[in-house]
Each structure stands twice: as C-alpha cells, then as structure tokens.
C-alpha cells in the first residue's frame, strides 16, 4: 500500500476504493428478503476517510481540466483527512481507554487539541507508561505540520500572516502561485511564511493541488501507523477502527413452502 498505509483493504487514490459500508461479523442480514430491521455500529473514520479517498482521486483526476476545481476537492479531501483522524482517536479513546480516564480525550464538552490527544491515548489505554514520544522523530513534525494547516485555515490570523504571491498567466485571467524562490528582488518572506518547511505543504488553501493532498494523506498515514505501534497494535488489530458490524434485529419472515402455497389456493377456492 502506499504510504505505509495501515489499513489494509483501503486503496489509495488511482486503486478504486471500497464502495459503501464493510458490513462485517456474520451472521448479516439476507439481501435477498426485504423488510428486514438492521442495526450497525457506524466507524465516522471509515466514513471520512472513504470520503476524502474519493474527493482524493477526483482532484487528480480533474486537475487536466481545471487546477481551480482540482485544488477545490483537494481542500475539501484534506479536511476530511483530518476529520478522519480526529473520529479515529475520540473512537479509541472510548474504546480502549480506562475508564477512569477515557474522558479525558473522548469528552466533547472538553476538546483537547488533536496533537495533544494524539500523545495522550497510549497513555489512558496502557497499564504501565507507554515510552516516551520523541516529537522531534519523523512522522511528528510532518504531523504536526498538517494539523497547523488546518488550523490555520480555521484559525487565520491578521491580514499580515495571510499574505499569498501569486503569478498572471498570459491570457490575463491565469493565475500561479508562485515558487517561494523565484520571488523577485525586495518581496521576500520567508520560504516558511508561504509553505511548511518539512511537508512543503502551501499555507495558501488556493495554492493546494493533488501532489501537496498526496503527501498529507502520506503523512496521515504514517502517523496512524506511528500510534498504532505505540498502542502495540490496538488500534487497528482486526480492523476494529473501520469496523462496522450489522445485525438483523427482528426475526426473518419464515418462508413460504409450497404446502403453504396449496392450502391458500384452496381456501380461496
């Protein structure tokens, strides 16, 4: 899989992706009988995470036509990328957290910010003290960049952090953003000021194409990885993170035998 990807059955963008929901655990519900009442446990990562693999592969596929659309479904695809993350922790720590200790990440009424829930899960799901997290080793930073990313964008900041350079296309109406470092002579922000330095991810929304939406759906990835073994597997063991298991919950209508068949035939008679 590309990126390291943690997940197994889910392609990447250009792979196809799994369509609808993974109803697992059998026995499931007989396609072949309607009226039937079913429960399932939804995964809102499994959901989002399909969502932005979709919006994914569309933004490559639409950037032959149109940068503008192409950039449009890649912001859409990287904020469901960390949406994805953030259903992906709240759900573990619920799930495999102490009790006692569960709510510190998985209270709505309390958010904490999701690079810190990020490094407190192994902490409330393990007996003993999980080691401790070297921030500085790849993929934190990369992570931590992404994450900024999308704070920033909901979080913008004074005009002056929001400034964004950009080049006119011949026709008059194109418009490139530009190359940190082909900017001119006394215009000269810093290389960080308009792209993170690790990930090269733009910090302008319109400056982001489906190259800059591969590497933070890389990054996603590692960094799931990364929690996972720090959780010694639980977070992804059989698929408990995208599972989605349904049951039929009234009983199957019996079916009809053809003695069934007769009797009625000769009553109406």
Request: glycine fraction near 8%.
């Amino acid at each position: 899989m590309p990126h390291g990807d943690p997940f197994g059955s889910i392609p990447g963008p250009g792979h196809g992706h799994g369509l609808g929901r993974g109803l697992v655990e059998a026995p499931g519900p007989d396609p072949s009988i309607a009226g039937q009442l079913i429960e399932t446990t939804v995964s809102p990562f499994h959901c989002l995470y399909q969502d932005a693999l979709w919006l994914h592969t569309q933004s490559h596929l639409r950037l032959p036509r149109s940068e503008s659309e192409a950039s449009r479904l890649a912001r859409s695809a990287l904020l469901l990328y960390v949406q994805a993350a953030e259903a992906l922790v709240h759900q573990a720590a619920v799930e495999l957290g102490r009790p006692e200790l569960a709510h510190l990440i998985g209270d709505p009424n309390r958010p904490l910010p999701l690079r810190e829930a990020w490094a407190l899960l192994p902490a409330i799901a393990a007996e003993e003290p999980p080691p401790a997290l070297d921030a500085d080793a790849p993929p934190w930073p990369q992570f931590a960049e992404l994450l900024a990313l999308r704070d920033s964008w909901t979080y913008p900041g004074p005009p002056s952090s929001r400034r964004a350079y950009y080049v006119s296309g011949g026709d008059g109406a194109s418009f490139e953003p530009i190359d940190p470092r082909d900017l001119p002579p006394g215009v000269s922000p810093p290389a960080e000021f308009l792209r993170f330095p690790r990930t090269g991810l733009p910090r302008d929304p319109y400056a982001l194409r489906p190259h800059h939406l591969d590497t933070a759906r890389g990054v996603l990835d590692q960094a799931i990885a990364a929690l996972d073994r720090r959780l010694d597997g639980a977070l992804t063991r059989d698929g408990r993170h995208r599972k989605e298991p349904c049951r039929v919950v009234t009983p199957r209508p019996r079916p009809r035998a053809d003695s069934d068949s007769d009797s009625d035939s000769d009553s109406v008679s």
